[in-house]
């Protein structure tokens, strides 16, 4: 044994060399691998989400305002008050429009008076000259011109009459009344009254043009308001606007949802922000892989498939992406460890 030794030494010395240098290839290999990340392929489902940001809106909400300016007489309701349709809010001092109301009633008399006269001079026509009936005539329809003006400032003030006196064509929460007190003098903006109800709430958003066009009406989504971050609203898609949004800086379309919700309690209030899901596609049980694990060369997409310890570059077919995945069609097996 000594003297095989003696004499084939530098054979074992070979062989060490080779085992040593095998057993650090395998250790490279092996740090080398495990500094890339890897991704064992497997059937899943894929669900492609469009998550959308926007706010609570009303649909009913109205601000009343006078039509001229006057004394402010009578104010009834104060902020936080609920009304109800057609509840009275607010109103002028009517003294000044009744006496003007009486002053063109007395005007109108007047003009029916003369109007009378005027027709009563031109009924004996047979008297008159072709030249005196032509003047009669137009003094005729002078009259009757005088007395439809006024008629109709008859009817302009009990137009004002009738404006001086404010009421709400819905029902809801006062949530500003401008001038809440009475026996001022105020103008029409000086004495606004803004009403909103409360229970015709949606949820408004903004779709951009490369996303609208994937909306459909009825299409139902889920809402979490920032105010109530562990809650999921149901919300359906009942408009969407066929022309985008003035004075915003790209285009874009409004959208409004209608909420399942009860906000008899003013639980959702005007003006809460948040963001709605949409579910736009979803297949199920299918073989796909990290997009960005595959690279392409030539126009072929490839990834790198660990094969006998080693990652091997291995043509794929692939089909559709959805939510950063793109399903595989060929080329992979439910198990296979490919790397990045």
Known sequence: MVSFLKKYW????ILAIAVGGFVYWRKSTQATLDKKSAYTVKKRNLKEMLTLSGEVDAEEKTTLRFQT????????????DYVKKFQGIASQDQAELQKNLKK???TYVNERLDFEQSKDDNSDKGLKTTLELAEMQRLFEKAQYDLDNAVIDVELKD?????????TPIEGIVVRAASPYAGVYITPTQAEFEIVNPTTIYFSITADQTEVWRLRQDELGEVILDSY???????????ISFVPKEDETGTVYQVKLGLTVDNSAYKYRIGMTGDVNFLIKEVENVLSVPTSMIKKENGKAYVL????GKPTKTYIKTAEEIDANTIVTSGLQKG???YD
């Open 229 to 239: 971050p562990d809650e999921t609203i149901k919300g359906k898609i009942y408009f």
């Open 159 to 167: 137009i004002a009459l009738k404006y001086s006196y404010l009421y």
């Open 10 to 13: 530098y054979v074992l010395v």
């Open 104 to 106: 063109y009633l007395n």
């Open 305 to 308: 498939k660990l094969i006998n």
């Open 336 to 338: 296979d460890v490919i």
């Open 69 to 80: 300016s006057g004394k402010l007489a009578w104010v009834g309701v104060k902020v936080g």
